[in-house]
């Protein structure tokens, strides 16, 4: 809390001597803090598992996302925004409450201060320093529980070619969702390195994108990455609408290979159907030799983004893990513009060998294992939402002698409620 107090005593002090020397006014200056603006998102987050062979979790956490952006002066502004999370107790019942991903790893809150940004625009140029959320494929907010990841870095897009952004970030440290600390993006690796990233999005209509990203960590790996994005494939005179999506990343060490010899793929398939209310979607996924770096399944360790496999789901993120086959169908149901349910299903087949193998970077091994999710929406207004969940995981352990006769078997239920406000 100490170094989070003082990262934001620096900003505010440097945010304050450059408005004034651009503004050169006190009443500028003013003006530049009075009209800000404040805005939030407050949560409560209600988690019930049951796990066969482990001990049961049940957690109600609470907090959110309290923020507040000065008003743009010659092109310059900052902002701030204080993050928390706090197990509403004696409600949450987990030895281990991290697990939820929702608390620090022993079960304290998390109070820190998750952005402290300046950020400066000039004609089709944009520049944003500090720490700040992020929405790169290996480096993004991972905002899917209480708090979001958060990095400190230097950001920056160009629009000044019709229908393409250009983007580059260098990122130095980056704060886990469910930590307090800021750290260096390869602290577990016993090694200093900074992340960094050059991408462009090109989006001729609004149906179509392109995206090209390539993330660079010295002595660590090079990972070039594509995504194309047609929402507007086939159109039938009936209304029928055939969309899709094909996403491939490569990982390769470089340098010190301080992560091992990295030499791995992600191969993303996702086609769907939709007509009036109602979609169906079909999904794939297939995995190199090795896991992932830089995902949500290596969860605190060097997880910079969430899952960027489109067979991610709710509890089993192990569609990422070495040489691992995934296949899956969403069937989404949206009679009203403010309501939707949605039914999900994904088998995974990992491979023993090669997860087991030292070299395979995966960290927690799995057997195959089926998924299923109920999955539901409701947004009244847009001050309120509200998300429930009802998932059901089944390991064949019979299929890896890593759990041979043990059903690591789950099912789980969330209630996410959102309040947003802005003043």
């Known amino acids: 809390m100490a170094s989070s107090k003082y990262a934001a005593q620096q900003l ?10 651009v503004s050169g006014s006190a009443d500028n200056l003013e003006d530049v803090f009075k009209n800000g603006k404040v805005s939030g998102q407050l949560r409560a987050f209600w988690y019930d598992g049951e796990r066969d062979l482990r001990i049961d979790r049940t957690a109600l956490t609470v907090g959110g996302i309290l923020s507040y952006q000065t008003a743009p002066i010659s092109g310059l502004n900052g902002g701030i925004s ?60 991972y905002y899917n529980r209480m708090l979001p990841n958060s990095f400190e870095a230097l950001y920056s897009e160009n629009r000044s070619m019709k229908n393409t952004v250009f983007k580059a970030s260098y990122i130095t440290g980056w704060k886990y969702k469910a930590d307090d600390t800021f750290r260096s993006p390869t602290y577990t690796l016993g090694i200093d390195r900074d992340i960094a990233v050059l991408g462009a999005v090109y989006a001729p209509e609004p149906s179509f994108k392109l995206e090209l990203y390539d993330t660079y960590v010295r002595d660590v790996m090079n990972a070039p990455y594509v995504q194309i994005i047609d929402n507007s494939i086939w159109k039938s005179s009936e209304g029928i609408t055939f969309s899709g999506a094909l ?39 297939q995995i190199g030799d090795q896991s992932l770096l830089g995902t949500g399944g290596r969860y605190e360790k060097m997880g910079w983004g969430g899952f960027i496999t489109y067979t991610d789901l709710q ?61 539901a929406t409701y947004q009244p207004r847009k001050e309120f939402r509200i998300r429930t969940r009802l998932a059901r995981i089944n390991y064949d352990s019979s299929s890896t002698e890593l759990y041979q006769n043990k059903a690591y078997d789950e099912t789980n239920v969330r209630i996410i409620a959102d309040y947003l406000f802005s003043i």
């Open 82 to 141: 204080f993050f928390s999370s706090n197990g509403a107790l004696p409600v949450t019942r987990m030895p281990y409450s991290g697990q939820t991903h929702n608390l620090n790893l022993d079960g304290s809150s998390i109070n820190t201060l998750g952005e402290a940004y300046l950020q400066y625009k000039a004609g089709e140029t944009s520049i944003k320093f500090g720490r700040q959320r992020l929405d790169l494929p290996l480096a993004n907010d």
């Open 315 to 375: 509890i089993d993120g192990e569609s990422e893990n070495a040489a691992a086959k995934a296949y899956g169908s969403i069937l989404v149901y949206r009679p009203l513009s403010n309501f939707e349910v949605s039914a999900k299903y994904v088998r995974i087949n990992q491979n023993d060998s090669k997860q087991s193998n030292s070299a395979s970077l995966t960290l927690n091994p799995r057997p195959d294992s089926d998924e299923y999710n109920i999955d």
């Open 247 to 285: 996403q491939y990343l490569s990982e390769n060490s470089i340098g010190l290979h301080a992560a091992g010899e990295t030499n791995t793929y992600l191969l993303g398939v996702r086609g769907t159907v939709s007509k009036g209310a109602w979609s169906l979607s079909a999904l794939y996924t």
């Open 12 to 21: 505010v002090r440097l945010m304050i001597f450059a408005v004034m020397s």
